[in-house]
């Protein structure tokens, strides 16, 4: 009875303590827990789920099964989940052990007190739309908030009985702020006029000049092409360049221009589909295509296209959602409601357009679909051309009505048309061969070799039969580019009914990419074409009907060099054949090679077992008339008909072929100036969505159900009136109450400002993500941007100009420790410069940064093997650039994702592979190395060693102090001045040791040391400049 | 207060906030700081590890197994012969050999032999290795899923063929942390030439992980670590005369802030000091004996050479160096395979060997585990022509040989084995087995297996060693990968 009392008494008083606690927050105290440590075998994803159980649901989670309940609200005792994860049964022990999840003890007591409190569920926060208004928390300190933001943090303070720390000194704040809406330091002239300004306004003054610099766009589309994952190079094996930097500059005028957020996004995601879309507008959609490629021999595109579609759902879902769709590739998320379905449901606004998976591996023909970005002279001279072409074509018809004449005259003198035709540029007839070499007709000078294909009896005498492996290679038939007229025709035996195979082609690398000529049998239906990339820059039709095995059937294909379809034409048996257009946009050269090569094709699959006989061919698309001719053999005679018409004035009368040789003069001009032209891939809409389908466990070959497009059935339906497309898409994202994309552009906007985000996983706002430290704020400033139309730079200045931002970031020993992230912001923001910043800073302090805006990458310095083709045989040799290239912002370096920049990786920057929405700041031995010894920064310390010689006054304090105010933007202290002059001391010292190390020690870098300057005197400055840039004050922003 | 202390009570404040285990670890300054901490993760490792450290000796670009160690006197019989279909099935093949009109099978130019007392098959090419077969444990049944090098590469050295996840060594430093105060942990060696397949930095890098557990890719070139060496015309006496002087304004300002990171600072400042010292120290190898130059033979004197690499790894074994990845590119053989594949294997075999043979003699062979192998195997049938004078191979995922030593690895043992055809992995019985991903298969070497195994030598449960990310705990086995208990 004793016993029983005491636990009674016992349960009484643990029931009376759960009552006394504060209630238990699901999203703050439950969720974090059951998603890290349940969800996985009780969550969302129904293929993992163990028991039939899961806890994502609370209706799931209270069902009854069989008699056992997994959890009873109010009743610990009689939820066996909570039984199960106190046992110490292993068997029954939830999570079980092997599963490594094990909980903590205050993990199961927060769990078994959200049961005892009834197990009430809450909506994750970040799936809760976005409220129309957030009202500012009211605060017991009503004079230290500047503006609103100040409330929200000074609310959390008060209730953590904490108060902010106190106003940065102006230079703190100033170095601060220029540096976040700049990227680099403030000037002493800068430095002078802000601490002289005391009147009011001052700061915002400060504000409002740092966000009108073009250093601002600079700066700030760093961190958004981390985002965007933009690279000068592919990335794979071979890392072929992208020239995608036209981009880059998109964004840094973007930024500048203050474009509003919701129209960067659209523009982004669906520039081209905006009504009357610009050139600006289209080359913003090229952030969907900059993601990687590869030209790996062997690689199926299929599986790379498709890995390019699932980079752009990544990217969107990092980027705006900060959720991880990548997750649900394969499966169903494990922790958020996406479903597999979603993944492929929002791939499917991203796949319709007409790409290849696979790069060319000619550098110079871009991905398609592509952007021509012609100067204004370029753009000039194509228009131009373009109405030269026109009129050499309305001549051409003029010419004709007026030739009639001589048509006549002609027919009258010749009964029969010539047994050889015109423009004949090769003839096979495979009858006679000497020693392996096969007689050409029409050029006796350029026979063929047989190799290891063999002559059968054929259609007439014998034929040339193909192993399918080895090519017939024809020289100097004239194919050289995309108006190259053409006629092929011969007989043809198809050996199988081939899946593809090659008939005829001059094109290159074609397990990667098409381009160039291509006549094929796929099935025995014909297909010819010409290409730039295939499939989207071409032109291509296919026959309707099928060439039968076995059999001989003579075949033609003409192309009249106008770069359309319908100058494509096959022939079967002397009469055209019906056929199909595949593809017509044909809109730059082939670059295909200038051999013809017959019946096979490396790597890929030939005309095996197959014949060929009887070949002609012509540098003209010849007419019917002698189509027929070369099919039957029948010369036929002249009469006053169309046929013969057609034939005269292709094929005879000099004045209508001398106005044809104008066309083709035209266009060969036009092509010249094409040449030039550079292209950007984009986006750009086919007119019919792709059929999409989910793939099974994420694999390329796997398709299962068939999706539409759509959004996830957890976020916001998708608005009714908007278009199912990117553009529909878009508008998803940015609808005023959409719960995600506004909160996370804020989130990543505040991590810009204090090193970290409200919510610290930047990148993940879903289940398994970290809660916001300040969720009304978060909510307020997402609000806050939409009201007033997502203004970016409007944003930044709210954030500088806060009181919270203008807190020093000095902290006492115990702030530190009750605080050591920072999260609650009782002091100022402190991190340490990043990659682009530290150098940046660098070559201003030099005053050797090149302040030209935008542009092609460029190629700083580089230690030797550390970059290229030492890695990667693949790539050329690095080359540093010479003159003005080496002293450009970093932003503007050239990014190889296979082999980035040592001197850069080695402080934390991205590898640009795929989208990242936060970097993660690391202290290594290397980065000292970096600073102290890299010519980039032993060179940019010369410069500002000799301007603290020229402008730093004459004795060593007056010096150094300069030096130091220079680099930290602020005087030293009185008791660091005595270090500083000691340091300058002792590097005079040790150079006036040994002077012919001055004089070595001066000539690094590009840049010529000023001679004026004796070498000891510079060398100490220099290094003296190098030991106060790498101090704490200086790569420190504090 | 010392500021040491601070730091202390910093990290351990932290242990409050409720961060994770790895968070409070990531933040300990690893090296050149305290002696009490290596930076291991609490717990690890797991176990007594068997191996202190690991040599990886990776052959990029895929060795043909069947003309080095698979030794498959059939093939030479059936020479010419079309593969036949039912020994491919659905195999995928690339599309650089999937085309060809006929996949005729090759049989190896070169003679294989039985070495040592365990009787293991090595070819001609390879005498050195053969002198230490018994030392080896091959593994005749290694497959992948990849088939192309950058995936398969990518696959070997993250487990994953996605980039972007952190690599081996990256995986074994975060686990284990530091086991010496003067070099990184994890070093890369790359043999010097002009590399047919590319290696990027991304396959030693951190992925997700702290960039210091980065591999630290040592060159052959002026400084064997980028920018090393001070600028021209510093010495080290007006270096440490800065760093001095530099360290006591930094002090200042830590008295000023009372931020942590700057005492972390300073001593990255020193540590990067003391690399300029104990790296060239390492990769000076003036002080080795002739006989041990022999050993590693004539190229082991030219800097970049595989051979010297393999000597510059002994090297770093002994101060303490955890992880040491070489590799070699190069053994991409295509075409012209018989021609070429000679050089390639003269170029490894030596080092090989006399790294083996030196560890042993040193007694280091019984604590550092070696692996050999790449990234997937190649075809039995000709990739191209095949002629009386030459064949090419293309690429086979689907079995391929890697050989382990040391460490508790079991000696002088051959494990799994391949069909005929040397095309398929086949068990005791030479049943053909299907292995898959999804479920262990005894007697096949899945990548993960391979990498949980070599975890196991080195005291790690592979499946304990994870990280978070975005919610989710990655581990280099991904959810896969077994022990393979009959090599330990």
């Known amino acids: 009875m004793q016993n029983l009392l005491s636990a009674f008494t016992f349960l009484f008083a643990a029931h009376l303590a759960f009552a006394a606690e504060p209630a238990v927050k699901f999203n703050r105290d439950v969720r974090p827990i059951l998603s890290d440590k349940c969800y996985h075998c009780h969550g969302p994803d129904a293929a993992e789920r163990k028991a039939k159980l899961r806890f994502d649901i609370r209706e799931e989670a209270l069902r009854d099964r069989d008699g056992i309940r997994a959890i009873v609200p109010g009743d610990v005792d009689a939820s066996d989940a909570i039984e199960r994860i106190f046992s110490s049964d292993k068997k029954e022990q939830m999570p079980p052990p092997k599963a490594h999840l094990d909980l903590t003890e205050s993990e199961k007591n927060t769990l078994r007190k959200w049961v005892a409190q009834g197990a009430e569920y809450a909506p994750h926060w970040a799936f809760v739309p976005l409220p129309d208004s957030i009202p500012a928390p009211s605060v017991k300190n009503e004079v230290w908030a500047k503006n609103e933001i100040d409330r929200f943090i000074l609310a959390r303070l008060e209730a953590e009985n904490l108060a902010p720390s106190p106003e940065a000194t102006r230079e703190r704040w100033l170095r601060r702020a220029t540096f976040d809406l700049t990227g680099l330091p403030p000037t002493q002239p800068e430095i002078d006029a802000f601490l002289a300004d005391q009147n009011d306004g001052a700061y915002e003054r400060v504000a409002d000049r740092l966000l009108a610099s073009p250093r601002f766009g600079e700066r700030m589309a760093v961190p958004w092409l981390d985002v965007a994952r933009y690279a000068d190079s592919f990335g794979y094996q071979a890392d072929i360049d992208t020239h995608a930097w036209p981009y880059r500059d998109w964004v840094i005028r973007a930024l500048n221009d203050n474009l509003p957020w919701d129209e960067f996004i659209t523009w982004q995601l669906a520039g081209d589909l905006l009504p009357g879309a610009t050139r600006e507008q289209k080359l913003a959609t090229a952030f969907n295509r900059i993601h990687r490629k590869t030209n790996e021999g062997g690689s199926v595109a299929e599986e790379f296209r498709q890995d390019g579609v699932n980079d752009r759902v990544q990217t969107v879902g990092t980027a705006f959602l900060g959720l991880t769709l990548e997750c649900a590739r394969c499966h169903d998320h494990k922790f958020d409601p996406i479903k597999q379905r979603d993944f492929y449901a929002l791939g499917a606004f991203f796949n319709s357009i007409d790409e290849h998976g696979l790069l060319h591996a000619l550098a110079n023909i871009q991905p398609q679909p592509a952007l021509l970005l012609p100067t204004p002279e370029q753009e000039q001279k194509l228009a131009h051309q373009k109405a030269a072409i026109a009129a050499a074509e309305a001549e051409l018809e003029k010419t004709n009505a007026a030739r009639e004449p001589a048509f006549q005259q002609w027919l009258a003198a010749h009964p029969a048309q010539p047994a050889t035709l015109p423009d004949r540029a090769a003839s096979f007839d495979f009858d006679s061969e000497k020693s392996g070499v096969l007689a050409n007709a029409a050029h006796p000078d350029q026979p063929a070799t047989l190799g290891a294909n063999t002559l059968v009896p054929g259609h007439a005498g014998s034929a040339i039969r193909f192993t399918g492996d080895d090519e017939l290679k024809l020289p100097a038939v004239p194919l050289a580019h995309m108006h190259a007229p053409a006629t092929f025709a011969f007989w043809l035996q198809p050996g199988a009914d081939y899946p593809r195979a090659v008939v005829l082609h001059n094109s290159n690398s074609p397990d990667i990419n098409y381009n160039g000529f291509d006549l094929r049998l796929e099935h025995g239906h014909l297909q010819w074409m010409v290409v730039r990339e295939w499939p989207g820059n071409a032109i291509a039709i296919r026959t309707k009907a099928t060439v039968p095995v076995g059999a001989w059937t003579h075949v033609a294909a003409t192309y009249d060099g106008s770069a359309r379809a319908a100058g494509l034409q096959l022939w079967i048996n002397g009469a055209p054949a019906e056929t199909e257009v595949l593809r017509d946009k044909l809109t730059r050269d082939t670059v295909a090679t200038n051999d013809l090569r017959l019946g096979a094709r490396t790597r890929d699959l030939g005309l095996r077992a197959g014949a060929i006989d009887d070949l002609q061919i012509f540098t003209r698309a010849l007419t019917p008339l002698e189509i027929a001719q070369l099919h039957d053999g029948q010369i036929p005679a002249l009469e006053n008909s169309g046929p013969v018409r057609d034939f005269y004035f292709s094929a005879i009368d000099p004045e209508t072929r001398a106005a044809v040789a104008k066309i083709a003069a035209a266009r060969d001009t036009w092509r010249g100036i094409l040449a030039g032209v550079s292209e950007l891939p984009v986006m750009a809409e086919e007119p019919q969505p792709r059929p999409t389908f989910i793939l099974a466990r994420g694999a390329y070959d796997a398709p299962a159900a068939p999706v539409e497009r759509t959004t996830p059935d957890a976020l916001p339906p998708f608005p009714p009136n908007a278009p199912c497309n990117r553009l529909g898409l878009a508008q998803w994202l940015t609808d005023p109450h959409h719960p995600l994309t506004a909160r996370v552009l804020a989130n990543r906007l505040w991590q810009e400002f204090f090193g970290r985000g409200i919510v610290v996983t930047a990148e993940n706002f879903g289940l398994q993500g970290a809660q916001p430290s300040h969720p009304e704020l978060l909510d307020w400033l997402a609000r806050d941007f939409i009201a007033h139309g997502w203004d970016h730079k409007r944003a930044c200045r709210q954030i500088v100009l806060s009181a919270t931002y203008r807190q020093t970031s000095t902290a006492s020993r115990d702030l530190r420790e009750r605080d050591p992230d920072n999260i609650l912001l009782a002091r100022g923001p402190a991190r340490r410069l990043p990659a682009e910043m530290l150098r940046d800073d660098a070559l201003a302090l030099g005053g050797i940064l090149e302040p030209g805006l935008g542009g092609p990458p460029v190629r700083p310095y580089a230690p030797d093997g550390s970059m290229g083709k030492s890695l990667n045989n693949f790539l050329p040799e690095y080359r540093a650039d010479t003159g003005a290239a080496l002293h450009r912002r970093s932003l503007y370096t050239f990014w190889r994702r296979t082999t980035p920049p040592p001197n850069m990786m080695v402080f934390d920057t991205a590898t640009r592979d795929v989208c990242t929405a936060r970097r993660q700041p690391t202290n290594t031995p290397l980065q000292p190395l970096v600073l102290l010894n890299d010519p980039q920064f032993v060179e940019a310390a010369r410069a500002l060693g000799e301007r603290m010689l020229r402008d730093g006054g004459g004795t060593p304090e007056q010096r150094v102090a300069w030096l130091f105010r220079e680099v930290t933007s602020r005087p030293p202290t009185a008791r660091e001045l005595p270090d500083l002059v000691a340091l300058y001391e002792s590097q005079r010292a040790t150079f006036t040791d040994d002077p012919t190390r001055a004089t070595a020690f001066l000539k690094i870098g590009e840049h010529p040391a000023d001679p004026a300057f004796p070498p000891i005197e510079l060398a100490a400055a220099v290094t003296t400049a190098t030991a106060i840039f790498n101090l704490d004050a200086s790569v420190m922003l504090r | ?488």
């Open chain 2, 1 to 488: 207060m010392t500021p040491f202390q601070i730091t202390r009570r910093h990290f351990f404040s932290r242990l409050g906030t409720g961060l994770g285990a790895a968070a409070l670890a990531s933040m300990l300054p690893r090296i050149g700081v305290a002696d009490e901490t290596t930076g291991a993760l609490p717990g690890f490792p797991n176990f007594a590890p068997k191996a202190k450290r690991v040599i990886y000796l990776f052959m990029s670009g895929g060795p043909a197994q069947q003309d080095l160690f698979d030794y498959k006197p059939r093939l030479r019989e059936l020479n010419g012969q079309p593969l036949p279909p039912e020994v491919r099935g659905q195999q995928r093949l690339t599309g650089m050999s999937g085309n060809q009109a006929i996949l005729p099978l090759a049989g190896s130019h070169f003679d294989f032999a039985q070495h040592g007392q365990s009787g293991a098959w090595v070819s001609s090419l390879m005498p050195h290795t053969a002198g230490v077969a018994d030392d080896l444990c091959f593994i005749k049944s290694m497959w992948t899923e990849a088939i192309n090098h950058d995936p398969a590469i990518t696959f070997f050295q993250t487990g994953s063929q996605i980039a972007g996840r952190p690599s081996l060594g990256a995986w074994v430093s975060y686990g284990l942390g530091s086991m010496n105060k003067n070099l990184p942990e994890f070093v890369v060696l790359v043999t010097k030439k002009g590399t047919d397949q590319p290696l990027y930095a991304r396959l030693w890098g951190n992925g997700f992980l702290d960039s210091r557990y980065q591999g630290v890719r040592f060159s052959s070139g002026k400084d064997a670590v980028f920018y090393l060496t001070n600028p021209d015309g510093v010495c080290q006496s007006g270096r440490r005369a800065m760093l001095d002087k530099m360290a006591a304004l930094n002090r200042q300002q830590f008295e000023a802030e009372l931020d942590p990171e700057i005492e972390s600072r300073i001593a990255q400042y020193e540590m990067a000091y003391r690399m300029q010292t104990s790296v060239p120290e390492v990769t000076d190898i003036a002080g080795e004996p002739q006989s041990v130059l022999d050993l590693y033979g004539p190229e082991a004197a030219t800097p970049g050479t595989f051979a010297a690499n393999c000597l510059l790894a002994r090297r770093l074994a002994e101060k303490g160096v955890r992880f040491i990845q070489l590799y070699n590119p190069g053994w991409d053989h295509h075409g012209a395979l018989p021609q070429n594949i000679p050089k390639l294997a003269k170029e490894v075999d030596q080092g090989c060997a006399a790294l083996i043979t030196d560890l042993k003699q040193r007694g280091m062979l019984d604590d550092t585990l070696v692996v050999w192998g790449g990234e997937f195997g190649r075809t039995s049938y000709s990739q191209g022509k095949l002629t009386k004078d030459t064949y090419g191979r293309d690429h086979h995922p689907r079995c391929f040989t890697a050989w382990m030593a040391g460490a508790g690895i079991k000696r002088g043992i051959t494990y799994g084995a391949t069909d005929d055809y040397g095309y398929n992995i086949v068990d005791a019985a030479g049943r053909k087995l299907e292995p898959s991903k999804e479920k262990f298969t005894p007697g096949a070497v899945h990548v993960h297996d391979l990498h949980a195994t070599i975890l196991q030598q080195l005291g790690i449960d592979h499946t304990r060693l994870t990280h978070l990310l975005q919610g989710r705990r990655f581990r280099l086995t991904d959810v896969h990968g077994h022990v393979i208990e009959e090599l330990i």
